[in-house]
């Protein structure tokens, strides 16, 4: 299954209080819920002004979906074609 990162556009994201945090991740995890289990939330990046965020689904348009769903910002959907870390350099 396809792994992809997604770039949100949200100024001020990084002042976000834990509520709002917690509200966002309720709202994501109930349209997910929604779009059945083809679809996963892996984990999220918080920066100054936008979340990155990394999902595994069978498309493109799933992601966009998601974010369509739940009323957020998805700027860019890039799909992961590898990984690497310093064990790579090994």
Request: aromatic share 6%; glycine share 8%; with cysteine.
């Amino acid at each position: 299954m396809p792994k992809y990162v997604i770039e949100r556009s949200i100024p001020g994201a990084g002042n976000l209080t834990p509520e709002e945090l917690n509200g966002i991740s309720q709202k994501s995890c109930q349209v997910l819920t929604g779009m059945g289990p083809q679809i996963q939330w892996v984990e999220s990046f918080v920066t100054q002004d936008k979340i990155y965020c990394v999902y595994i689904a069978p498309s493109e348009a799933e992601v966009l979906e998601h974010a369509r769903q739940g009323g957020f910002p998805a700027d860019s959907v890039a799909e992961v074609r590898g990984m690497i870390d310093p064990t790579t350099a090994e």
